[in-house]
């Protein structure tokens, strides 16, 4: 249709429309902001007015001191993404965002469970968290404490398996995320 | 030198003649360093109106508008202008003093969390932590409010840090690593929206106030001038576009006219420009404009397909973007006859609902009859401020704007009080011309005490008001949404405008007759310094036509 360069017209019923579309699926923000003061209430103000919901937040530094990585989640069947971003864009504070695609990234949580586990169950929950990849990192008389690092789906379906046994507590980092290969993220 | 002398030099090396402000505890390191500073300081009478003059000066003059205050009570008196400024891409550059470093966050006298409360209504604001910031910031600061899409940005000083020794160097680049606003527009996305105009059967052309930010108005009527596009504007258009003109249709929106409004709502293509498909042009949004395919031309990536998703996005300055967009459609030589059908369409609507009113037959001054007058009195070439209300809706149907920067108004956050303090800018700004503010008698109260301002500083503004009496639009509302139950919009008789102005030292000029309107006004702008004209109007009139709120273009009433 109405290639450039030529006189050819376009029928107007071939346009089709180019933003604010849902794509249905979890995006990975990855955010990298100036070190500035301000700059994460910046982003959650942003968030918070515009009525975008944050899934999972993580803030730390980079290789660089002056800059900072935001990695957040965001339910892209609740909000057209590309207004997510764009909104992000226009704080001055923010460099450069990059929506990652989930084939090509490898992301990672931490997440620490304390678990009710008695002498007899004791077993049971090591035996998960082996099947798990996990860690035991403390253990008193009636609860352990396990650490798992993985995706999301992986944190979840531990947490499935070890809630029977009562779930003290459960505490999350929220993704952080990078680009497969060689490119910076 | 000192900080607060450097900041001086920032200011002048910024090409600033002029800020609008009042001195307090915080910035008074400040107001020393402008005391001889040559700049010009208009002392305002409360910070709101400060920040509405710089908006003012800013709107009518293009160039970067710029107010101070001191911290606490003086920064939140900011709210409001800045709120606007946002609102409407008013580029302005706001100067707050700061409690000293060492009582920040003890809840000291005078503190406010300045840059917390101004968070979500600026375009950026910095927090000055080290003096020898405060070149570099305010630098950034007006590069940040003047390009881009414009708007408001913040500088938050503390005391001790504004008396600073710092040393001082004119500063040329910025250091902004995440702000770099597209401007050229893409060529293939130019081209493509070039074809879609000629491929239009319906097309119509829809500019906002970014044409008018952008300085684009010449460019948009040589688009316009390539073919016989019908062009409607919204409020913050309205001037980009001459109004007498015969591909005109009319103002878009809510007041809007039926041609404008009807004309969108079957047309087959828009074309739209620096305008962001607010809720007062789009009604009922699922409603809008059902045929029609969209292009849309932004400075700002985030207004596109944020309400109305684009079928043609092309992010750029409309100034670079509309003569690439001319050059590629005059290019394909279009068959301008393709247009007939539609323009015969629209000339229909044109004839059967001409913008109207009836007329009283007595001496009764009908508010849109004041803006006819208003019109005659001024040569159609004054510089016109309003408040927020009926009497704005009725200037900018009534007031066939034919330049940009003549209309001057708060279109986004609709901030009654804007028309004096922001006239008082406007006529600072642009000294030889003839500057009115069209008050509503409700609005002009909530900033009155800035004729004051114009009195000491001998700013000759013209005041006019359309005096009904009533909070107008809410009666209105309250007459033909809510059973005409008139609940807290009778303002009664009071003040009395003649003796107030001439309280305050300005002249002050009643008028109640038709047959006297348009000498009295003529005499009033004949008046050497500020005068108030005190003008009756019908007490119960509507402003026609209207979408009701969340309707749509077809259910337009009046």
């Given at each position: 249709?109405?290639?450039?360069?030529?006189?050819?017209?376009?029928?107007?019923?071939?346009?089709?429309?180019?933003?604010?579309?849902?794509?249905?699926?979890?995006?990975?923000?990855?955010?990298?902001?100036?070190?500035?003061?301000?700059?994460?209430?910046?982003?959650?103000?942003?968030?918070?007015?515009?009525?975008?919901?944050?899934?999972?937040?993580?803030?730390?530094?980079?290789?660089?001191?002056?800059?900072?990585?935001?990695?957040?989640?965001?339910?892209?069947?609740?909000?057209?993404?590309?207004?997510?971003?764009?909104?992000?864009?226009?704080?001055?504070?923010?460099?450069?965002?990059?929506?990652?695609?989930?084939?090509?990234?490898?992301?990672?949580?931490?997440?620490?469970?304390?678990?009710?586990?008695?002498?007899?169950?004791?077993?049971?929950?090591?035996?998960?968290?082996?099947?798990?990849?996990?860690?035991?990192?403390?253990?008193?008389?009636?609860?352990?404490?396990?650490?798992?690092?993985?995706?999301?789906?992986?944190?979840?379906?531990?947490?499935?398996?070890?809630?029977?046994?009562?779930?003290?507590?459960?505490?999350?980092?929220?993704?952080?995320?990078?680009?497969?290969?060689?490119?910076?993220? | 030198?000192?900080?607060?002398?450097?900041?001086?030099?920032?200011?002048?090396?910024?090409?600033?003649?002029?800020?609008?402000?009042?001195?307090?505890?915080?910035?008074?390191?400040?107001?020393?360093?402008?005391?001889?500073?040559?700049?010009?300081?208009?002392?305002?009478?409360?910070?709101?109106?400060?920040g509405h003059?710089a908006e003012g000066?800013a709107k009518a003059?293009?160039?970067?508008g710029?107010?101070?205050?001191?911290?606490?009570?003086?920064?939140?008196?900011?709210?409001t202008p800045i709120a606007d400024a946002i609102m409407d891409s008013v580029p302005t550059?706001?100067?707050?003093?700061?409690?000293?470093?060492?009582?920040?966050?003890?809840?000291?006298?005078?503190?406010?969390?300045?840059?917390?409360?101004?968070?979500?209504i600026?375009k950026?604001?910095?927090?000055?932590?080290?003096?020898?910031?405060?070149?570099?910031?305010?630098?950034?600061?007006?590069?940040?409010a003047?390009?881009?899409r414009p708007g408001p940005?913040?500088?938050?000083?503390?005391?001790?840090?504004?008396?600073?020794?710092?040393?001082?160097?004119?500063?040329?680049?910025?250091?902004?690593?995440?702000?770099?606003?597209?401007?050229?527009?893409?060529?293939?996305?130019?081209?493509?929206?070039?074809?879609?105009?000629?491929?239009?059967?319906?097309?119509?052309?829809?500019?906002g106030g970014g044409v008018v930010n952008?300085?684009?108005?010449?460019?948009?009527?040589?688009?316009?001038?390539?073919?016989?596009?019908?062009?409607?504007?919204t409020v913050m258009g309205l001037?980009?576009?001459?109004?007498?003109?015969?591909?005109?249709?009319?103002?878009?929106?809510?007041?809007?006219?039926?041609?404008?409004?009807?004309?969108?709502?079957?047309?087959?293509?828009?074309?739209?420009?620096g305008a962001r498909?607010d809720?007062r042009?789009?009604?009922?949004?699922?409603?809008?404009?059902?045929?029609?395919?969209?292009?849309?031309?932004?400075?700002d990536?985030?207004e596109?397909?944020?309400?109305?998703?684009?079928?043609?996005?092309?992010?750029?300055?409309?100034?670079?973007?509309?003569?690439?967009?001319?050059?590629?459609?005059?290019?394909?030589?279009?068959?301008?006859?393709?247009?007939?059908?539609?323009?015969?369409?629209?000339?229909?609507?044109?004839?059967?609902?001409?913008?109207?009113?009836?007329?009283?037959?007595?001496?009764?001054?009908?508010?849109?009859?004041?803006?006819?007058?208003?019109?005659?009195?001024?040569?159609?070439?004054?510089?016109?401020t309003s408040?927020v209300?009926?009497?704005q809706?009725?200037?900018?149907?009534?007031?066939?704007?034919?330049?940009?920067r003549?209309w001057i108004n708060s279109g986004g956050l609709g901030t009654?009080?804007f028309?004096?303090?922001s006239?008082?800018?406007?006529?600072?700004?642009?000294?030889?011309?003839?500057?009115?503010?069209?008050?509503?008698?409700?609005?002009?109260?909530?900033?009155?005490?800035?004729?004051?301002?114009?009195?000491?500083?001998?700013?000759?503004?013209?005041?006019?008001?359309?005096?009904?009496?009533?909070?107008?639009?809410?009666?209105?509302?309250?007459?033909?949404?809510?059973?005409?139950?008139?609940?807290?919009?009778?303002?009664?008789?009071?003040?009395?405008?003649?003796?107030?102005?001439?309280?305050?030292?300005?002249?002050?000029?009643?008028?109640?007759?038709?047959?006297?309107?348009?000498?009295?006004?003529?005499?009033?702008?004949?008046?050497?310094?500020?005068?108030?004209?005190?003008?009756?109007?019908?007490?119960?009139?509507?402003?026609?036509?209207?979408?009701?709120?969340?309707?749509?273009?077809?259910?337009?009433?009046?």
């Amino acid at each position: 249709m109405g290639e450039p360069g030529t006189k050819e017209v376009i029928d107007l019923q071939d346009l089709q429309v180019a933003g604010g579309i849902h794509t249905g699926r979890r995006h990975i923000l990855s955010i990298l902001v100036e070190n500035k003061p301000g700059v994460l209430a910046r982003i959650a103000g942003l968030f918070a007015r515009r009525g975008f919901n944050i899934q999972t937040l993580a803030v730390g530094p980079t290789d660089n001191p002056s800059i900072s990585r935001i990695t957040l989640t965001v339910d892209g069947a609740l909000h057209p993404i590309d207004q997510v971003t764009k909104q992000l864009h226009k704080l001055v504070n923010v460099i450069k965002i990059r929506d990652l695609e989930p084939a090509e990234t490898v992301a990672r949580e931490l997440a620490l469970f304390k678990i009710s586990a008695d002498s007899e169950a004791r077993a049971e929950v090591m035996q998960f968290t082996d099947i798990f990849r996990g860690k035991v990192i403390d253990v008193s008389k009636r609860s352990m404490t396990v650490e798992i690092t993985g995706t999301d789906d992986k944190i979840e379906a531990f947490e499935r398996m070890v809630r029977p046994f009562g779930l003290v507590e459960m505490v999350r980092t929220g993704e952080i995320a990078v680009a497969r290969g060689r490119s910076a993220t | 030198m000192r900080a607060v002398d450097a900041i001086m030099e920032s200011l002048t090396a910024e090409g600033v003649d002029v800020v609008f402000g009042i001195p307090g505890g915080a910035n008074l390191p400040t107001y020393d360093a402008l005391y001889d500073a040559g700049v010009r300081h208009v002392l305002c009478r409360h910070e709101q109106g400060a920040g509405h003059a710089a908006e003012g000066y800013a709107k009518a003059t293009g160039r970067v508008g710029v107010a101070l205050a001191t911290s606490g009570p003086g920064a939140t008196n900011l709210v409001t202008p800045i709120a606007d400024a946002i609102m409407d891409s008013v580029p302005t550059v706001f100067l707050t003093g700061q409690v000293r470093t060492e009582l920040l966050g003890t809840d000291g006298f005078q503190e406010a969390d300045t840059t917390g409360i101004t968070m979500p209504i600026v375009k950026h604001s910095i927090m000055i932590q080290d003096p020898r910031e405060i070149p570099q910031a305010i630098h950034d600061a007006f590069h940040i409010a003047r390009t881009g899409r414009p708007g408001p940005v913040l500088v938050d000083i503390p005391q001790d840090l504004s008396r600073a020794d710092i040393p001082y160097a004119p500063v040329e680049d910025v250091s902004l690593p995440g702000y770099r606003p597209t401007t050229e527009g893409n060529v293939k996305q130019i081209r493509l929206a070039a074809k879609a105009l000629v491929g239009a059967r319906r097309p119509v052309i829809y500019a906002g106030g970014g044409v008018v930010n952008a300085d684009a108005a010449k460019e948009l009527r040589e688009l316009c001038a390539s073919d016989r596009f019908p062009v409607t504007c919204t409020v913050m258009g309205l001037g980009a576009f001459p109004a007498p003109h015969e591909q005109w249709l009319g103002m878009l929106g809510m007041h809007g006219t039926r041609s404008a409004n009807y004309a969108i709502d079957e047309a087959d293509l828009i074309c739209a420009i620096g305008a962001r498909f607010d809720d007062r042009i789009t009604g009922k949004l699922s409603e809008f404009a059902p045929r029609a395919k969209f292009i849309h031309i932004d400075v700002d990536p985030a207004e596109i397909s944020k309400n109305v998703p684009a079928h043609i996005p092309i992010v750029g300055d409309a100034k670079r973007v509309l003569p690439k967009l001319t050059r590629e459609y005059r290019a394909l030589e279009a068959d301008s006859s393709r247009l007939d059908g539609w323009w015969e369409r629209i000339r229909g609507w044109q004839e059967k609902h001409p913008l109207g009113y009836a007329d009283s037959e007595d001496s009764e001054i009908k508010p849109q009859y004041m803006c006819e007058a208003l019109y005659e009195a001024t040569g159609g070439d004054a510089v016109i401020t309003s408040d927020v209300g009926q009497h704005q809706m009725w200037c900018a149907q009534y007031y066939h704007f034919s330049e940009p920067r003549q209309w001057i108004n708060s279109g986004g956050l609709g901030t009654m009080g804007f028309g004096l303090p922001s006239a008082l800018g406007a006529q600072v700004g642009r000294p030889d011309d003839t500057v009115v503010c069209l008050a509503g008698d409700g609005s002009l109260q909530m900033t009155s005490q800035e004729l004051a301002t114009a009195v000491c500083e001998r700013i000759p503004v013209k005041v006019f008001i359309m005096n009904n009496g009533y909070l107008g639009m809410v009666r209105q509302w309250q007459e033909l949404f809510w059973d005409r139950r008139y609940s807290g919009v009778d303002m009664g008789t009071t003040p009395d405008w003649v003796k107030l102005a001439e309280a305050y030292g300005a002249a002050g000029m009643r008028c109640d007759r038709k047959e006297d309107l348009v000498e009295t006004m003529r005499a009033a702008i004949a008046t050497d310094g500020p005068v108030v004209l005190d003008v009756r109007v019908t007490r119960e009139e509507n402003c026609y036509p209207m979408i009701p709120a969340g309707q749509a273009a077809r259910d337009m009433v009046g």
